[in-house]
């Protein structure tokens, strides 16, 4: 879940107490401290909190400044963070956290660092949740009835009700108490959103002028100073730019390649091409508030009319996989039984028809004296030569049909405003990118329409809100599954978006940084262990 993403699962464990030492040092792993790691980003972050981020340029930014109770490791594995040990009631409603006592904050300018505290965890709770702090978490921990401070190294949660892989959702980033400016609610206007600070590997130094992020090491780490001394983080309006810039030595990583750009990049030996299985996919949302895409016949007509496989080839190098619901492929929800719709503009024309459809003098579709003619928004940011071509194609797609598209580039705050905030958009081309919970509440559940909601689309189906909310109840992992199948073959059919692909994803990087994991949805999550040999070092 964007945030163009969502946002760990797994089974519950007993975790072993994690022995905590007077002050963070070195980690004494025989790797080599120093070193500068300058990486690529495809546009850049709205903001840098991990509450009020839904973007997957913020998620991996937030990764470096931040820790939460408890994390996942390389093996997939729930491990000690923030929190040493933790209690789990047999009855599934009581978690008490007992917290590290050797974890302090990054220091604001001019300030001692603030040791972390459980009023720092209550803290965020209760500003994630509050009703006026808009967030795509909120939905995730709805399941929560209370926390409570049971000294300065504890707390304790208790469920409204018990639900699978409870212990993976204290995943949460905890922020300080003291660091928003209004202790109730957080805003995108709050200063702590664009200057935040953690207990993480990295600590934010300042913003450029050219809107780099500088993150430095952050000295006393709970897990030991990272060996990499300062990551920057600098974004590109141009893939093929980023690309270019990362062959002439000017980045040392890549997140996410274009995929046209695969061969270049492979063929040369300073560089690793490393791929990840992010759970992901790219789609085409429709604007329900406007009654010429209410009438799901349109909506299935316009799937019908666009090639998916053609611009699968022609775009990606067929590096990727046609999709047909709202679930990723790779995850333990996905309907393999629902096929995508297939390719058929003949199909596309009669269900127009049965909308009440026909043709113009100029060939555009109308009906009641209004032409089915649409607004296409993009982000400047995303004007790739990729992300061009799949629009104009779109565009090209449904002309063929009797649609008229007009593409429009918007700057990337405003085309968030239009999408996210005033809703003014007939259709958008966005990707999604999941954990595996598989929790799409936030994209399609009637509850989550509004501003700075997921659900910018207006979408709301009776029924799917109740599979919803019965997939969240459930402690039944195969009766969860068999709802999410139901779920999948109703939007499948449904059609709030034209489902297109899930791509392989690879980064590159040179080879100079090694031991480099990468974590398939936050990305960063194991970069403290990452180092460049000090013969290596700028």
């Given at each position: 879940m964007t945030r163009t993403s969502l946002v760990v699962l797994l089974s519950l464990a007993t975790a072993l107490t994690v022995p905590a030492g007077s002050q963070a040092e070195s980690k004494k792993d025989g790797r080599s401290d120093g070193g500068i790691l300058g990486y690529g980003e495809y546009g850049r972050p709205a903001t840098l909190d991990p509450i009020t981020s839904n973007e997957m340029i913020s998620v991996r930014i937030t990764e470096l400044v931040f820790n939460g109770l408890v994390a996942i490791d390389e093996k997939q594995e729930i491990v000690p963070d923030l929190a040493e040990r933790w209690e789990a009631s047999k009855d599934g409603r009581t978690y008490a956290f007992f917290l590290r006592k050797d974890v302090?904050?990054?220091?604001?300018?001019?300030?001692?660092?603030?040791?972390f505290t459980a009023d720092d965890v209550v803290f965020t709770y209760n500003i994630m949740m509050h009703p006026k702090t808009i967030t795509p978490l909120k939905v995730r921990y709805e399941f929560i009835e209370k926390v409570e401070k049971l000294g300065d190294d504890a707390v304790q949660f208790t469920l409204k009700r018990p639900i699978l892989n409870a212990l993976a959702k204290f995943?949460?980033?905890?922020?300080?108490?003291?660091?928003?400016?209004?202790?109730?609610?957080?805003?995108?206007?709050?200063?702590?959103?664009q200057h935040p600070i953690g207990t993480?590997?990295?600590?934010?130094?300042?913003?450029?002028?050219?809107?780099e992020v500088i993150l430095v090491a952050n000295e006393k780490y709970l897990r030991g100073r990272p060996h990499i001394d300062k990551f920057i983080a600098k974004p590109f309006a141009d893939q093929n730019?980023?690309?270019q810039a990362l062959m002439f030595n000017a980045i040392d990583m890549i997140v996410l390649v274009n995929p046209r750009d695969l061969p270049e990049i492979q063929g040369d030996k300073r560089f690793v091409l490393q791929p990840y299985n992010a759970l992901s996919y790219a789609f085409f949302s429709y604007n329900l508030r406007n009654p010429l895409l209410a009438d799901k016949r349109v909506r299935r007509a316009f799937t019908h009319a666009v090639n998916r496989e053609e611009m699968l080839e022609a775009f990606f190098n067929k590096q990727g996989t046609i999709i047909s619901g709202p679930f990723a492929p790779g995850s333990w929800a996905?309907?393999?039984?629902?096929?995508?719709?297939?390719?058929?503009?003949?199909r596309a024309i009669a269900l127009l028809?049965?909308?009440g459809f026909t043709p113009g003098p100029d060939g555009v579709m109308q009906k009641d004296g209004k032409k089915l003619s649409l607004s296409l928004k993009v982000p400047i940011e995303k004007e790739s030569e990729a992300?061009?071509?799949?629009?104009?194609?779109?565009?090209?797609?449904?002309?063929?049909v009797g649609v008229a598209v007009r593409v429009e580039f918007k700057e990337w705050q405003a085309w968030k405003a239009d999408v996210f905030l005033e809703h003014n958009f007939d259709i958008i081309l966005a990707s999604w990118v999941f954990d595996d919970s598989a929790d799409i509440s936030s994209l399609f559940h009637?509850?989550?329409?509004?501003a700075w909601k997921n659900n910018f689309g207006g979408y709301s189906n009776p029924e799917v809100d109740g599979l919803i909310v019965e997939s969240k109840l459930t402690l039944d992992h195969e009766k969860r599954r068999t709802i999410n199948r139901k779920l999948h073959a109703l939007l499948a059919d449904e059609a709030p978006y034209t489902f297109l692909w899930t791509l392989t994803n690879y980064s590159a990087y040179h080879k100079k940084v090694r031991r480099v994991a990468i974590h398939p949805y936050k990305f960063f999550s194991f970069a403290d262990e990452w180092f460049v040999p000090e013969s290596e070092q700028k």
């Open positions: 302090t904050w990054h220091p604001k300018e001019g300030e001692e660092a603030r040791p995943s949460f980033k905890v922020i300080p108490k003291h660091g928003p400016s209004n202790p109730l609610y957080l805003t995108r206007e709050d200063p702590f959103v993480g590997p990295y600590i934010l130094r300042n913003i450029t002028a050219d809107r730019i980023m690309s996905y309907n393999l039984d629902v096929q995508p719709l297939p390719f058929d503009p003949q028809n049965e909308a992300v061009k071509r799949v629009v104009l194609a779109f565009q090209n797609y449904l002309k063929n009637s509850a989550e329409i509004g």
